[in-house]
Nanobody, 121 residues
Framework: VQIVESGGGLVQPGGSLRLSCVAS????????MGWFRQDPGKERQGVAS???????SYSEYVKGRFTISRDNAKNTLYLQMNSLKPEDTAMYYC????????????????WGQGTQVTVSS
């Protein structure tokens, strides 16, 4: 199993970024997949998830600003992040959740190396 994230970077408040995540070694469409974020010394926070049926869930902190989607043919997950705020700054991880549904808060069994998102003027 391998998960590789990309798309992070430095963006000004109010800006947008699109994160991508390519999975290999398993069929991501058969699992819940999601994004969590974490900073050193802080708790892991589930940001968004999408279950195998295509239902999505979002943290209250990002709802209305972030959109999770998947391309099953490419085994790829996306996170479109709009109206970014400084408090969105964190390392973002794409992860597999070994559940069928209700997976926003994990548990996460595989994740990638992360991609840094920094929101600052």
């Amino acid at each position: 199993v391998q998960i590789v994230e990309s798309g992070g970077g430095l963006v000004q408040p109010g800006g947008s970024l699109r994160l991508s995540c390519v999975a290999s070694g398993f069929r991501s469409s058969s699992y819940c997949m999601g994004w969590f974020r974490q900073d050193p010394g802080k708790e892991r926070q589930g940001v968004a998830s999408i279950d195998k049926y295509g239902s999505t869930s979002y943290s209250e902190y990002v709802k209305g600003r972030f959109t999770i989607s998947r391309d099953n043919a490419k085994n790829t997950l996306y996170l479109q992040m709009n109206s970014l705020k400084p408090e969105d700054t964190a390392m973002y991880y794409c992860a597999r959740i070994p559940r069928l549904t209700n997976c926003l808060a994990g548990p996460w069994d595989y994740w990638g190396q992360g991609t840094q998102v920094t929101v600052s003027s």
